[in-house]
């Protein structure tokens, strides 16, 4: 197995060619997938006001057609996922050669797809409960494919192929017609995506009779791993200066959400199928966010207020498996319960829950950070 430094990269890597605020913005992203469930739950139930409610709803999913905070947390992994590809491919390219690179791919590739296997039961259920679709397994195609697309292919043909990903993906879903239903119908269960999963994808699924990381749906999602690759193939380019480099980012960022946001008029922003237009709204706000990380943690150099986001980014895997494993919310109880929990509700009800939800995720900053001292990182 290749084993990998703190930032993603494969070890031997130049610090020169490191990016702190990748594994900070890694790790805070991670956060909330650790964290949202729990806390938008307790917010939702806390007696806090219209503030309270407005936050709840931010990080709930939006239950089809539009966009809320928690939907931008996958599509931001899978971005930055990309952007670490140019810095740990092209490493292993000079040093092993291109075989060894696309080995390196395809093993990846595989034990991401494994572990999601895993996440969701592994065979403890009978083959035909065991889900094979999951966020996981779809980590591990959006890897394969863009993957290999870098190696293989040159920037501007990157972007060609991102662009056919979406236009193609947005020209089956408007005029391939759906048996019985017809063409250009983007509502839940009367889309092309989901008629495939119907039809073909095996397995458990998330939502019934399809699933939101079905078959279709990761052609679009590779796009979301290309535009972080772009992102990581700009900040990796030494003869542009730093500061140049963010302003870059952070401008492709914005001229990606207002072309999706306007291409979300004729064909909906929906992330259980991934559409094209989310793919855009999503990549330019990943961009914006890894251009405000990059300047203020690599260029500036301001990083003790992100420490606790590099532990948890370090170990990004590590801790989204630890989160299925054990259970935190659990072991909060036992130091936020009993009396505390009388006392807290008795301030407002419903505290108890968000301070549970809270320290929750501070245990999952205590385990991050003793691995990260300790040198231990999950090694793919």
Same mark, same amino acid.
């Given at each position: *197995?290749?084993? /990998? ?24 992203? *991670? ?5 949202? #469930?729990? =806390?938008?739950?307790?917010?939702? @139930?806390? #007696?806090?006001?219209?503030? !309270? ?27 930055? *996922? ?30 991401? /797809? ?8 592994? =065979?403890? @259920? ?78 458990? *699924?998330?939502?019934?009779?399809? #699933? ?76 914006? !966010? ?13 990083? !003790? ?45 419903? =505290? ?29």
């Amino acid at each position: *197995m290749a084993s /990998f430094s703190p930032s993603g990269e494969p070890a031997g890597v130049p610090p020169s060619e490191r990016l702190v605020s990748l594994d900070a913005l890694r790790g805070f992203d *991670m956060m909330w997938i650790a964290g949202a #469930d729990s =806390l938008g739950g307790a917010l939702g @139930h806390i #007696d806090g006001g219209p503030v !309270a409610r407005v936050l709840a709803r931010q990080l709930d999913h939006v239950p089809w057609a539009g966009l809320h905070f928690e939907d931008l947390i996958f599509p931001l992994f899978i971005f930055l *996922m990309g952007v670490a590809i140019p810095f740990s491919l092209s490493r292993t390219v000079e040093v092993s050669g291109r075989p060894a690179a696309v080995a390196r791919i395809f093993r990846r590739a595989a034990l991401l /797809f494994l572990l999601g296997v895993f996440y969701y039961g592994g =065979l403890s @259920h009978p083959i035909s409960d065991v889900r094979w679709a999951g966020v996981l397994q779809r980590f591990g195609l959006c890897y394969l494919g863009a993957g290999l697309l870098f190696l293989y292919v040159r920037p501007r043909g990157l972007v060609a192929v991102c662009a056919v990903l979406l236009v193609g993906y947005w020209a089956l879903l408007r005029f391939v017609p759906v048996p019985g239903i017809g063409a250009g119908h983007y509502a839940e269960g009367q889309n092309l995506a989901n008629w495939i999963d119907r039809r073909y994808l095996p397995g458990r *699924m998330w939502d019934g009779d399809h #699933d939101p990381e079905g078959y279709l749906s990761t052609f679009p999602a590779i796009a979301s791993c290309l535009l972080g690759i772009l992102c990581g193939l700009r900040l990796r380019d030494g003869s542009i200066a730093p500061r140049r480099r963010a302003a870059t980012l952070a401008a492709a960022g914005a001229v990606l959400l207002c072309l999706g946001l306007l291409w979300g008029i004729p064909f909906p922003i929906i992330k259980k199928i991934w559409t094209s237009s989310f793919v855009l709204v999503a990549g330019g706000i990943s961009a914006l !966010a890894m251009a405000a990380f990059y300047l203020v943690i690599d260029v500036w150099r301001i990083r !003790a207020w992100a420490a606790p986001f590099v532990w948890v980014g370090a170990n990004a895997i590590t801790i989204y498996l630890l989160c299925d494993i054990v259970d935190f919310g659990a072991l909060a109880r036992r130091f936020v319960g009993g009396n505390i929990t009388s006392w807290l509700d008795g301030m407002r009800p419903g =505290l108890s829950g968000l301070a549970e939800a809270v320290f929750s995720i501070f245990l999952c900053f205590a385990v991050a950070r003793f691995l990260y001292r300790r040198r231990i990182f999950l090694r793919l």
